[in-house]
């Protein structure tokens, strides 16, 4: 399946809200494209590859560390909601839930969904991007960030790709509403309460072919000449009351 790149700079020129023909083309191509396959391909030109490569270089690196090192950033008292998650822990919701798992028998085969068979075998690091809420419910959701011994660069490069991250999601919402004929603001307006962002990275060394992405995730995968890294992005919109 081959998927259109939208580059976005054209939409981001706009100094109206006056619309003219090529960008209206470009916003249903968008909500097109995501109707139809669930996944979208963009190039902003606000995101350049100089910091794609300080932040990969930089969570590879983490990720190289002995696993004696990482597991200091391990909070399972809350939930494994910051620091890291270690490989094995999280057990994925279609091997324990019944009735997924019946809804996902009954689907015709060549849409069903290819199913783990064990528990997550990557390692995860939640980092919120931005400040926490003065007022909140649950306080593990927004527990003070944890960051790595010997990584001085670690908070200003984490917020900094989140925040670019965000600036492109934001971008795509608006088009994607033009493009199904609601208002701009109608998806961005429920993106207001974001809480954080999660990586997920596999590290596998002297390998030079990665493994199939997983469907639905939007997936960064950055070779190097001995190793590759592959980076699952989440965005996480909690409900107002947060």
């Not at 006056?18 to 996944?39: F, N, P």
């Not at 925040?163 to 961005?188: C, H, N, P, Q, R």
Request: aromatic letters at 10%; charged letters at 25%.
């Amino acid at each position: 399946m081959e998927l259109p790149v939208i580059d976005l700079a054209p939409y981001l020129e706009i100094c109206s809200d006056e619309l003219d023909s090529h960008i209206k083309s470009m916003c249903l191509e968008v909500s097109r494209t995501l109707r139809e396959t669930g996944a979208l391909l963009v190039k902003d030109p606000r995101c350049t590859a100089e910091d794609n490569d300080k932040f990969i270089d930089m969570m590879e690196k983490y990720f190289q560390q002995p696993e004696e090192f990482k597991r200091l950033q391990e909070r399972p008292h809350l939930h494994y909601q910051v620091g890291v998650t270690p490989e094995g822990v999280e057990v994925p919701r279609s091997l324990v839930d019944e009735e997924m798992k019946e809804k996902l028998k009954a689907m015709p085969k060549e849409y069903q969904p290819s199913s783990p068979s064990g528990p997550d075998p990557k390692w995860r690091y939640m980092w919120r991007v931005g400040p926490r809420p003065k007022i909140t419910c649950f306080k593990e959701l927004n527990s003070e960030p944890v960051i790595p011994e010997g990584f001085p660069e670690w908070k200003c490069t984490m917020d900094s790709w989140g925040y670019k991250m965000i600036s492109a999601v934001e971008s795509v919402a608006e088009m994607a509403a033009i493009g199904f004929g609601l208002s701009k603001d109608a998806f961005t307006s429920l993106m207001q309460q974001l809480l954080f962002v999660c990586y997920d990275a596999v590290l596998c060394c002297n390998s030079r072919t990665p493994p199939s992405p997983p469907k639905g995730r939007q997936t960064v995968v950055n070779y190097t000449e001995n190793c590759w890294c592959k980076l699952d992005i989440y965005l996480y919109f909690p409900p107002p009351f947060i």
